[in-house]
Each structure stands twice: as C-alpha cells, then as structure tokens.
C-alpha cells in the first residue's frame, strides 16, 4: 500500500516537475515578449513620429504644435495618443486599439484612396467623446469662467452624450490650431 503511495507520488511530482519547467520557460518568453512591446511602443507613441514618418499626419502635427495642447505656457505638452487612443492605464484596451489603428492607417496608406483630410478630420471629431477631454479636465467648474462657460460645462457633466454638450462643439481648435495662428496646409 506505502509503495502504491509512494509511486503515485512520484509520478505527480515528475509530471509537476517537467510541466513547471516548461510554465517558467513560457513565462519568462511572455515577460520578454511584454518588455520588447512596450520599448517597440516609446518612439511610435511620440507625436513626432506621427508627424514626420506620415505625411498624412503633416498637417495635423502643425496645427497640433500651434495649439495649446503641443505648447503652452505651463509648459505641459499632450500626445496624439493622449486624446487619440484610448488611456494608456487600460493597458489591453490601449495597445488594442493603438493596434487596430496602426494597421488601419498603413493599409490606407499603401492601398486607400486619396487622403482627404476633411473627411478624416470630421470621422475623428464624431469619435472623440467628452470622456477623452474630461481624462485631464476633470476640474472644469472649479475655475471662474463667464457664466456661459459654467452653464455649457455643467450642461457637459450632467449629459456628455448629448451631442450639443460635446466639448469639442465649443473647443474644436483646442488640439489643432487652424485659426488665430500663422498656418497655411
């Protein structure tokens, strides 16, 4: 009976053994896999990168210069992928997407039709929702403003959804400066 025992025993420990060595090796190559990802993504989330690796992106990286989002006197500057991409702390969600994105703009790139900037401008102002701003503008009734400003931002907090209340209806060139600037495309 003990030595029944003792050979079931030790089966379970050899299959253990050689089944734990083989997690540990998956484990580390995922870890490398995860690290390598994540330095092949610094230079490609840099907005410098859109801008000068895509000349699609040309002129949206100007205006985006010129706005206060790419310079302010804080001295704060906001990526594309800051407003563009889903936030970088859900992880999956972010690389999905940033993914998805990627491959979308060279497959248009290479094999789409001409670029229109319009167009695309006005898909990606329908995609932005009151969420992506509200990320970093969390504090929107704390600072005076006129009394317009305070009735359109409460109006903004209570129903975001609402396309009147959308924030880009009032700050459209908040991101991309195409007036009030020196800019020709």
Same mark, same amino acid.
Request: net charge positive; proline share 3%.
């Given at each position: 009976?003990? *030595?029944?025992?003792?050979?079931?025993?030790?089966?379970?420990?050899?299959?253990?053994?050689?089944?734990?060595?083989?997690?540990?090796?998956?484990?580390?190559? *995922?870890?490398?896999?995860?690290?390598?990802? $994540? *330095?092949?993504?610094?230079?490609?989330?840099?907005?410098?990168?859109?801008?000068?690796?895509?000349?699609?992106?040309?002129?949206?990286?100007? #205006?985006?210069?010129?706005? #206060?989002?790419?310079?302010?006197?804080?001295?704060?500057?906001?990526?594309?992928?800051?407003?563009?991409?889903?936030?970088?702390?859900?992880?999956?969600?972010?690389?999905?997407?940033?993914?998805?994105?990627?491959?979308?703009?060279?497959?248009?790139?290479?094999?789409?039709?001409?670029?229109?900037?319009?167009?695309?401008?006005?898909?990606?102002?329908?995609?932005?929702?009151?969420?992506?701003?509200?990320?970093?503008?969390? $504090?929107?009734?704390?600072?005076?403003?006129?009394?317009?400003?305070?009735?359109?931002?409460?109006?903004?907090?209570?129903?975001?959804?609402?396309?009147? $209340?959308?924030?880009?209806?009032?700050? *459209?060139?908040?991101?991309?400066?195409?007036? $009030?600037?020196?800019?020709?495309?």
């Amino acid at each position: 009976m003990f *030595a029944l025992k003792s050979g079931i025993v030790r089966r379970i420990y050899e299959a253990v053994k050689k089944r734990i060595s083989t997690f540990l090796v998956g484990f580390v190559f *995922a870890l490398l896999c995860f690290v390598a990802l $994540n *330095a092949a993504m610094v230079p490609v989330s840099k907005s410098e990168y859109c801008g000068s690796k895509c000349h699609e992106m040309n002129t949206a990286y100007l #205006t985006w210069e010129l706005s #206060t989002h790419g310079t302010n006197i804080k001295g704060i500057r906001v990526e594309c992928i800051d407003c563009h991409l889903p936030e970088k702390d859900k992880y999956f969600a972010h690389i999905t997407a940033k993914a998805y994105e990627g491959a979308k703009d060279m497959y248009k790139h290479y094999f789409g039709d001409e670029y229109d900037g319009e167009k695309i401008r006005q898909k990606v102002f329908d995609r932005i929702s009151n969420q992506r701003c509200l990320h970093c503008h969390d $504090n929107l009734l704390v600072r005076p403003g006129s009394s317009a400003a305070r009735i359109a931002h409460t109006a903004a907090l209570s129903m975001p959804d609402a396309q009147e $209340n959308r924030c880009i209806q009032c700050h *459209a060139n908040v991101g991309h400066q195409r007036q $009030n600037k020196l800019f020709s495309p």
